[in-house]
């Protein structure tokens, strides 16, 4: 693929029965310009079972012989990454799928000195009854200082809806 406009950096450890779900919610987007660079800390052959499965082109497999961490595994997806934009997100996480193109959108229309987005979320735990919503948090459009935005984003982890 040659240079998609975002490269998403997933990364996975000994978690192969949510990985499928994290790549079907990338699958699904509605903005198709993307690479998914999935970094399996620690190598499995069910990962790889998984990923091949989706027979997708725009899909990445490294295999880390062992495991080196996240913030190891997010690096090499980072020097993997070919897309002007990167995006981060666990394997225990979804994207909705505007995501990607919520993204753009507000790339596109952001003053230049803008170097990142971070989304809101919405925590939710699965249940033998479906999908049970913990809580919904919603950040605000500006933040008064580059600081106050950089503590919010890092208060409750950075691995996922985090685009820079």
Known sequence: MNNPLFSIVLTTFKREHLLARAIRSVLKQSFKDFELI??????SEVTERIVSSFEDE??????NKQNLGVA???????RSCS????SFLDDDDEYYCEFLLKTKLFFETADENIGFVWTG????KDTDTGVKE???KIFPKHFQTR???LLAVTTI???FGLTF
Do not use: H, P
């Open 72 to 78: 190891a595994s997010r690096n090499i997806g980072i």
């Open 58 to 63: 725009r899909i990445i497999l490294i295999s």
């Open 83 to 86: 897309g002007k934009y990167i």
């Open 38 to 43: 999935i970094i399996d800390d620690g190598g």
């Open 157 to 159: 982890g950075n691995g």
């Open 121 to 124: 979320i919405r925590r939710v």
């Open 134 to 136: 913990w809580y919904t």
């Open 147 to 149: 600081e106050e935005g």
